[in-house]
């Protein structure tokens, strides 16, 4: 690939000494002896964090006020999976948030498709949450029992959710758009003692009754003792047996918090599960705390009076992020909707509406809103904002152009990279770095990030793994039910024991910049010449013609390789020789001649995660002859009834290569 050198943005000099990262790199050069430049150069800041782990987790636990314990008891095992993180000591994520509690500013801001935004003062979210642990004690709940989450982006999800984690039971949550079969795959694994379910939820303007499903999951979830019903469309209805979510929280009172260990599970999350049910992820209380202190305050610059949005639902990593920017003091910005209703600037619109500083969304989002000719710098105030941030998938060169023309000059764009697996970010941004087009700014702090070849050696200037030789406090303490740890080394320490393997195509670039391309298992590979799929998309997105697409590369049983691109057109369009000749001319043009497709296909729609990553890998496995119910999961697509084609027309391959 081709290294970009545009730069978009850049710090200045006072910018880089008022931020957090600045203070905490000259605390530890005043207790180490150490120098990181003047301003502080954050590549020499990150050789020495990873050079001295001990000694940088236990600076930032010190300095955030965490813990405070010698370099000799923060990391007394490096082996992975395995290390040992301060033993010994006891850390409660709820306490730690709670540490952040003021009056002059609201802990949270609620925002519905039927509602004018709310804010929710510090002192009310310590009462309920007190009130809520104090009813799971009453329940019975205690440490290490589950309390699963059926719940939207609400204020009850978080309360639900601190309310677990003060008596040290431990937390999961589903997104009310999951069936019953997606849930049940996901809770019956880890046996809940207590439900949290809401009656239903606004979605584009229409309401969605979930009612049925939510006493399906009673039925079918024998280790629940109690459910505690969320009103969100029937306030005045109770499930029979059930405790009403006012009753829970009636008796406010201040939070007791069970003195957690470092390593007490605090949630469970989920792996995309397309292949087979998915893998309960588990992480725990300390490790989630320090590695979320660093990426609010060190890469993000969160603090008190920061206003933090990032569009997600309760499925995906990206709510615990959003949970976690209490810790940094931040108020934490709950949109409960859908991501462009009712304009497709809405997430901009909020943004000048509660003066978010910082507001996070998909690739997938900016894109819709430059083909929709939408400009938010001009249509609205975002005088506030300083950081628009950026997950999920790779971010093309032309968004990050569009962002700097139609939202704001002034403005950190960040593309950041990072797992579920790991609740936090592996590359992703800081305040100390300009924005260059097309690239991620650098590794994380602390994040011993490389790129290897086939032969496990470290490569630059071209795709390798993105792998991870250090231990970091956040990778799991174990998958559930997993008690042999052979499901866990399989995914992440397999073909190299003792290196974390992400499944990420990843460049590094000379100048120290990283660029993704997709995942590695759904690389597309011709003639021995490896290629992410982000290229390609990059250039059929900007076809106004194409609303979605999809391109595979399907390793055939004789030896042979296909490389189809499906399209998803939008309304009223054709896929003529024409446009797919264009298609084809655009791909040749802003990628390479072996970036083309065999072939173009016009299909109803693109199947994805429910965390909206295209399913390339079961798709390909279709196509390559897998049995459709192992090769897809469809509990866990966003549109299962688009599998269907994709069946269809496998199975109709199938039949032209064997006759």
Same mark, same amino acid.
């Given at each position: ?15 880089? !000494? ?43 636990a010190r300095w955030t006020g965490v813990l405070d314990v010698p370099d ?116 019956? $694994?880890?046996?809940? *003692? ?54 829970? =929280? ?96 809405? $997430? ?21 809103? $430059? ?63 300009? =924005? ?20 496990? $050696? ?50 590094? *670039? ?27 998309y990059a250039a059929v997105e900007a076809f106004p013609e194409v609303l ?36 084809? !001319? ?9 970036h083309v497709p065999d072939e173009v296909i016009a299909v109803p729609g ?54």
């Amino acid at each position: 690939m081709t290294e970009s050198t545009e730069i978009l943005w850049r710090p200045t000099a006072a910018s880089i !000494a008022g931020t957090r990262v600045a203070a905490f790199a000259d605390h530890v050069a005043a207790r180490r002896g150490v120098s990181f430049g003047d301003p502080v150069d954050y590549d020499a800041l990150w050789r020495w964090s990873i050079g001295h782990l001990d000694q940088f987790w236990g600076d930032l636990a010190r300095w955030t006020g965490v813990l405070d314990v010698p370099d000799d008891r923060v990391l007394t095992s490096r082996e992975m999976p395995g290390a040992v993180w301060f033993p010994g000591t006891t850390v409660n994520y709820a306490e730690q948030v709670f540490r952040q509690a003021a009056d002059d500013r609201p802990a949270l801001i609620a925002v519905a498709e039927d509602t004018e935004p709310v804010e929710i003062p510090w002192a009310d979210l310590r009462a309920q949450v007190g009130a809520f642990a104090a009813t799971l004690r009453r329940l019975g709940v205690r440490p290490g029992d589950r309390v699963a989450g059926y719940l939207p982006n609400v204020p009850e999800t978080v309360v639900a959710f601190l309310g677990a984690a003060a008596i040290g039971a431990v937390w999961s949550s589903c997104a009310p758009d999951f069936g019953t079969r997606a849930v049940l795959d996901r809770f019956a $694994q880890i046996e809940p *003692t207590v439900l949290v379910a809401v009656d239903g939820y606004r979605f584009n303007g229409r309401a969605h009754d979930r009612r049925e499903v939510v006493a399906q999951l009673r039925e079918a979830l024998p280790t629940v003792r109690t459910t505690v019903a969320v009103p969100r469309l029937f306030p005045d209805e109770v499930p029979d047996g059930a405790l009403a979510w006012a009753d829970a =929280v009636a008796d406010a009172q201040d939070p007791v918090f069970e003195p957690t260990p470092f390593d007490h599970p605090l949630w469970i999350v989920y792996s995309s599960g397309t292949t087979g049910l998915p893998k309960g992820i588990v992480h725990g209380h300390g490790g989630v705390v320090l590695e979320h202190l660093k990426w609010g305050l060190l890469h993000q610059d969160l603090g008190p009076g920061a206003r933090f949005y990032w569009y997600t639902s309760t499925a995906w990593m990206m709510w615990n992020v959003v949970a976690s920017s209490l810790l940094s003091g931040a108020t934490a910005v709950l949109h409960d909707g859908a991501p462009a209703y009712p304009t497709a600037d809405a $997430q901009f619109a909020l943004a000048a509406k509660v003066g978010i500083t910082l507001l996070g969304t998909s690739p997938g989002y900016l894109a819709a809103c $430059q083909k929709a000719g939408v400009r938010p710098g001009d249509d609205h105030d975002l005088s506030a904002l300083r950081v628009l941030g950026c997950t999920g998938s790779p971010l093309p060169d032309a968004s990050y152009h569009w962002v700097y023309d139609a939202v704001g000059r002034d403005l950190q764009l960040v593309s950041a990279s990072g797992g579920t697996d790991v609740a936090t970010g592996f590359i992703g941004s800081s305040p100390l770095l300009p =924005v260059t087009v097309g690239e991620l700014q650098r590794p994380m702090l602390a994040v011993a990030v490389q790129s290897w070849d086939e032969q496990g $050696q470290p490569v630059v200037g071209e795709l390798g793994e993105l792998v991870v030789t250090e231990p970091m406090p956040s990778m799991p303490l174990y998958f559930w039910n997993d008690p042999d740890g052979d499901r866990y080394r399989a995914a992440y320490f397999e073909p190299w024991p003792g290196v974390w393997r992400h499944g990420d195509w990843l460049e590094i *670039t000379g100048r120290g910049t990283c660029i993704i391309t997709g995942r590695s298992d759904s690389t597309l590979n011709r003639g021995g010449v490896r290629m992410g799929t982000a290229d390609i998309y990059a250039a059929v997105e900007a076809f106004p013609e194409v609303l979605d697409c999809v391109v595979l590369g399907v390793e055939l049983p004789e030896g042979g390789y296909w490389m189809p691109l499906f399209v998803q057109l939008a309304p009223g369009e054709e896929l003529t020789d024409e446009l797919v000749g264009r298609l084809r !001319a655009a791909i040749r043009e802003q990628a390479s001649p072996r970036h083309v497709p065999d072939e173009v296909i016009a299909v109803p729609g693109v199947p994805h995660t429910r965390t909206g990553k295209r399913l390339e890998v079961p798709l390909k496995r279709l196509f390559q002859g897998v049995d459709p119910a192992k090769a897809v999961n469809t509990g866990t697509v966003d549109d299962a009834s688009l599998v269907e084609h994709y069946v269809q027309l496998a199975r109709q391959r199938g039949s032209s290569r064997a006759g």
